[in-house]
């Protein structure tokens, strides 16, 4: 499985560990998951260094719909993206352009300083959920 994860309760923190390949059906079932967990509100370290993200125009208007349905229904948490490869950087852009969250998110070169953003910012939790119709920031 090219996505691995593990909740911390106790820190409000979700850390996801992205490995190879990792496609649209992947995201979509890491995404429920944390959906059925109720912790997309917590922060989320996610370590893609070693992600090769496949993603074609389709698939991210496809997790677009996907996150603005996610935002209708439950607040959403930092994401702090570990990642130096282009591509990986590219679809973290791609990710947080669509995303209708107005939660902070940025991209680091190591874990260390991630760690230490989703700390500063763990309080900033976006709720749009009494907003009547969303769109994604461009």
Known sequence: MPLKWEIFHDQKLVHIVATGRVTLPE???????????DVLQYGKLFDASEADPIYTEQDVMAMGARLSAYTA???????????????????????????PAKRPARIFKTEADARAWLKEVAGQVDDQRDQPFHTPRG
């Open 27 to 37: 995201m979509e079932e890491h995404f429920d998951a944390l959906a059925v967990a």
């Open 73 to 99: 229904t439950l607040k959403s948490g930092p994401l702090a993206v570990i990642g130096l490869n282009e591509k990986a950087r590219s679809a973290f852009r791609r990710f947080v352009n669509i995303s």
